[in-house]
């Protein structure tokens, strides 16, 4: 009789555990509708191309000296390219020896524009997510900010990784940093977007599956994208390129709905009172 009534109540607790993955889930998916996500990636990925461009171009032409591209000389290096598809990309990034500063000013007003785009989307996508109006001169700074925090909070667990590969323990550090990097970037950078209308401790839920599908993320695009680049370029030149480049953003736009529909579901679910609406 014992072990019959234990085998019910273990049946009971697995019914339980599955309606609850179910429903997280099913409240995902419909977030994810609500939001229009498929949209939103698209659009996110192709705001990023805009403003991806201007801003390698500015980097180019202030680092550059005598039409030589550090940028696409870097680029060139970190993926390993070598002939047409080294060409492509360098050339993709060319700063030509006799160009003036009013290059520079309107790929740098450019930049500032198409970057502001990108962080007003990234922004309402949060805030469609968590059923939060928009915000006046408040929201502009705070996602400015937010834009600044997540795009920093990538970069440093990038650099962090990279310099401890050739350490001892370097991965189990590395992973530590990269972790730790960009959990906090994911809690400061969807307060500001949601111009800080939501408790911290409502967000520290989503940011930690946030941080594992980015870091997953950036792991597979390291391993795919340069071989992606290489065989675009060799085939289509420039323009290949440019293909690769916004395959990478597809991934990036994913991974910025996707966290701002888990974040705003667990959120949601550990506290009810973190919607507004």
Known sequence: MPSLWATRCATWVLRLERHRA????????????????????LMLAGQG??????????????????????VGEGLVERWGLTGSAAAAVTSLFAYPPGATGGVTLFSAGLLLFSLNGFARSV?????????????GFRGKVDRTAGLAVLLGAG??????GQRLDTVPAGLVL?????????????????SLMLSRRVPTRSLLGGAVPSTVLQLVVGWGTALYVPELVARNAERYGVVGVALALVTWLLAV????????VVGAVLGTSAHPAARRS
């Open 253 to 260: 736009a994913s991974v910025i709905v996707g966290a701002a």
């Open 155 to 160: 970069f440093a667990a990038g650099w962090v």
């Open 22 to 41: 179910t429903s997280l889930l099913v409240r995902c998916v419909r977030t994810f509708q609500l939001i229009e996500g498929r949209d939103r990636v």
């Open 123 to 135: 922004e309402r996508t949060f805030q469609g997510a968590w059923g939060l109006r928009r915000t």
């Open 49 to 70: 191309f805009i403003a991806l461009v201007p801003l390698l171009v500015v980097i180019a032409s202030l680092t550059g000296a005598s039409g030589a591209d550090g």
């Open 174 to 190: 590395g992973l530590a940093a990269q972790a730790a990097a960009v959990v906090g970037g994911w809690v400061l950078g969807t």
